[in-house]
């Protein structure tokens, strides 16, 4: 069974620093990698997408890729209160399904 | 801008009673389309994958004949609630996929917030 992991959280971080939220999946067959925020009460929100392995950039926003280590990462730079959400992985292995992870809270603290 | 919409966003039902969700594809054609439904607190569960022109298929557990999804155009899925109680009470949201040019990826509705008195 295919299979997304993240920790939970909540990982806290004060305002201006850097968040690191990270994910594993289990299908080494995976071919396209997503990250979605989810605020309380809303519907999840598209962030970025990766595909290859390295390192793509969009604004404050970081994600990386290691298809060796089956390893997905989300940098937020300058965190803002704003940012405050979960975070959901998820990995889509062939045709338009995804596979979620559970979420990371993320609290930004002024 | 939102390229899914959901209609309605909030809706209050008596037990025993149905309720019918739309989910749009805004400018553009979905022949994919999901439901989620998420408790307060948990994870997104995919409850089924609806097609344009077929049937939808449903996720283990998830009762076909409560939750009746059409998909009857590419730009419109429902799913309907049949004789809803207090625990379908959720929030239902649905999603279309987008090819590689946008992203290869689901988009979500804001969601639909059932509760079943």
């Known amino acids: 069974q295919k299979e997304v992991e993240q920790n939970s959280g909540p990982l806290s971080v004060p305002e201006g620093a850097i968040a690191s939220l990270n994910c594993t999946y289990s299908d080494r067959g995976s071919q396209s990698f997503f990250w979605y925020r989810q605020y309380s009460g809303k519907s999840p929100e598209l962030i970025m997408f990766i595909y290859s392995n390295g390192d793509k950039e969009d604004g404050r926003f970081t994600a990386q890729l290691n298809k060796a280590s089956q390893y997905v990462s989300l940098l937020i730079r300058d965190s803002q209160p704003s940012d405050s959400a979960t975070y959901l992985c998820a990995v889509n292995s062939g045709y338009s399904t995804l596979t979620f992870g559970k979420g990371t809270m993320l609290l930004v603290s002024p | 801008g939102a390229v899914v919409s959901q209609h309605p966003s909030r809706v209050i039902c008596k037990s025993g009673t149905s309720v019918k969700i739309e989910c749009r594809s805004l400018?553009?054609?979905?022949?994919?389309m999901f439901w989620y439904r998420q408790f307060p607190k948990q994870s997104l569960m995919l409850m089924a994958t609806s097609n344009e022109g077929s049937k939808a298929t449903y996720e283990q557990g998830v009762e076909k004949d409560k939750f009746l999804i059409n998909h009857a155009s590419l730009t419109l899925s429902t799913l309907t609630v049949t004789s809803a109680h207090p625990e379908d009470s959720s929030f239902y949201i649905c999603?279309?996929?987008?090819?590689?040019?946008?992203?290869?990826?689901?988009?979500f509705g804001p969601g639909t917030r059932l509760t079943v008195l």
């Open positions: 400018d553009f054609q979905a022949t994919t």
């Open positions: 999603s279309a996929f987008l090819g590689r040019e946008l992203g290869d990826t689901q988009y």
